[in-house]
C-alpha cells in the first residue's frame, strides 16, 4: 500500500508554540462566508491578532492521491507581520501602527484572554492501494474556556471552517484523531 503522510511542518510546529500563552481577542479574514444553516464559518485564510504586527496565518491545500484520486489537505501555519488577504498600511504619523482597509470580516472572541491548550489532529483515508494521514484541525482553547477550531472544509475548494460551538467541534473532531498537544 502506498502511504502518503502531510503533517505540519516543523515551521508551523514552531507558530503554534508560540502562540501558546498569547493572548487572542479576534480573527480576522478577507472572506468569510457564513451560511445561517451550519454552526461554521468558511473561509480562504484564517489571521489571528497576536500583536500589532504579529498575525498568526492559517492557510490550506487541496490535494489528491495520483491512483485513486483519495483527496487530503495540507494545513500551514506562520507567523507574519501583515494579515493574510487583507489590505493594510503603515501610518507614519504613528508608531508601530499597522491600518486595516475596510475589506475584511472579524470575528470577535470577546474579552482578551490567553491560549492555554494548543491540539493538532489528523485524518487518515484508505482506499484500495493508497492511504492518506494528513493534519486536518488545530483546536484553540483560551483561558477563560472559550474554545475554537481550524479545520480543512473536507472540499476541493481549500476553504477552512472556523468553529466556535461546542457541539460543533465535537462533531468535526469525532472522526480525527489528536496528533500533537502544544
Not at 138 to 151: G, S
Amino acid at each position: 500500500m502506498n502511504k502518503i503522510i502531510k503533517k505540519l511542518d516543523s515551521k508551523s510546529e514552531q507558530a503554534l508554540n508560540y502562540m501558546l500563552n498569547k493572548s487572542v481577542q479576534s480573527i480576522k479574514s478577507g472572506n468569510f462566508q457564513l451560511d445561517v444553516r451550519t454552526d461554521f464559518i468558511l473561509t480562504t485564510t484564517i489571521s489571528i491578532n497576536i500583536s500589532r504586527e504579529e498575525y498568526l496565518i492559517i492557510t490550506n491545500e487541496w490535494s489528491d492521491t495520483q491512483k485513486e484520486g483519495i483527496n487530503y489537505f495540507e494545513l500551514n501555519a506562520r507567523i507574519e507581520k501583515k494579515p493574510a488577504d487583507i489590505k493594510t498600511k503603515k501610518d507614519p504619523k504613528l508608531k508601530n501602527s499597522l491600518i486595516h482597509y475596510p475589506n475584511f470580516s472579524s470575528l470577535l472572541l470577546g474579552a482578551t484572554s490567553k491560549l492555554t491548550e494548543i491540539i493538532v489532529y489528523e485524518r487518515i483515508e484508505k482506499g484500495e492501494i493508497e492511504e492518506v494521514k494528513y493534519d486536518s484541525a488545530i483546536f484553540f482553547k483560551r483561558a477563560d474556556n472559550l474554545c475554537f477550531l481550524i479545520k480543512n472544509d473536507d472540499s476541493i475548494t481549500g476553504y477552512l471552517k472556523l468553529v466556535t460551538k461546542d457541539k460543533q467541534i465535537e462533531i468535526e473532531l469525532s472522526e480525527l484523531k489528536q496528533r500533537i498537544k502544544i
